[in-house]
């Protein structure tokens, strides 16, 4: 079975700490999903190697990793997750996370990527997800987390160059969901989304 040109996928969307790492986890579990978050992508690098410096470098005050180093390490890492036969283009759907998280980006990955469905989790409320950002820093040692002026930088960061990003696509398939409520509730409202699309044309892991 020959590789699809562009991979199925589903993009993720929403600011810093709404909840897209928890939930992309939990529905990567399921067959037939692949879920992969650039900020796990980059905190998993060596962190003395060049590119792990450049990330620490940016993310520690809250910024972007530059376009082009961004997508060119995630095509590596597809690649290897390709050969490592972790995740498979004919038959997976790829759940990204964390990425087009800018316009340039978006553009980019126009060639790699065939985006079926956005999830756009929204919340409003600022301070819970503050809140749940500081948790996560004491529970993983993110120091992106852990500084509340980094916190609120990245804020910035997401209304000024990720927001743009929903622009890029078809509003059609968009959904905006609420992130407010536990994650099993969260989950129940992407899902409602998702599995009665899976059967749409557009899903065909074949083409
Ligand atoms: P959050 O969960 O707060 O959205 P992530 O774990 O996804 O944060 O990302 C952490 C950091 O990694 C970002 O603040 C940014 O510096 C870098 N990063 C992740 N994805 C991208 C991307 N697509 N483009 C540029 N930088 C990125």
């Known amino acids: 079975m020959s590789t699809p040109k562009r991979y199925s996928s ?26 992969l978050a650039t900020g796990d992508m980059f905190r998993s690098l060596d962190k003395e190697s060049e590119i792990g410096l450049e990330f620490t470098r940016y993310s520690s005050q809250g910024l972007l990793v530059p376009d082009f180093l961004t997508v060119r ?24 996370d964390g990425i087009p998280r800018s316009q340039p980006q978006a553009e980019t990955m126009r060639d790699y990527i065939d985006p079926c ?13 503050v809140r749940r950002m500081q948790k996560r820093a004491t529970e993983q040692g993110r ?49 409602s989304k998702i599995v009665p699309a899976i059967a749409n044309p557009c899903f065909d892991r074949q083409k």
Not at 11 to 32: E, F, S
Not at 73 to 96: G, K, M
């Open 10 to 35: 589903i993009l993720l969307i929403g600011p810093p700490g709404v909840g897209k790492g928890t939930q992309g986890k939990m529905i990567g579990a399921i067959p037939g999903f692949f879920h």
């Open 73 to 96: 390490l995630w095509r590596q890492h597809v690649d290897q997750l390709i050969a490592r036969e972790l995740y498979s283009p004919t038959s997976d759907i790829l759940l990204l």
């Open 117 to 129: 469905m956005i999830i756009h989790l929204v919340c409003e409320n600022i301070d819970e997800m």
């Open 143 to 191: 120091p992106d987390d852990a500084d509340e002026s980094v916190i609120r930088k990245r804020f910035e960061v997401y209304a000024e160059q990720t927001a743009p990003v929903l622009a890029c696509y078809d509003q059609e398939i968009i959904y905006d969901i609420d992130a407010l409520g536990t994650q099993a509730e969260v989950l129940l409202r992407i899902l």
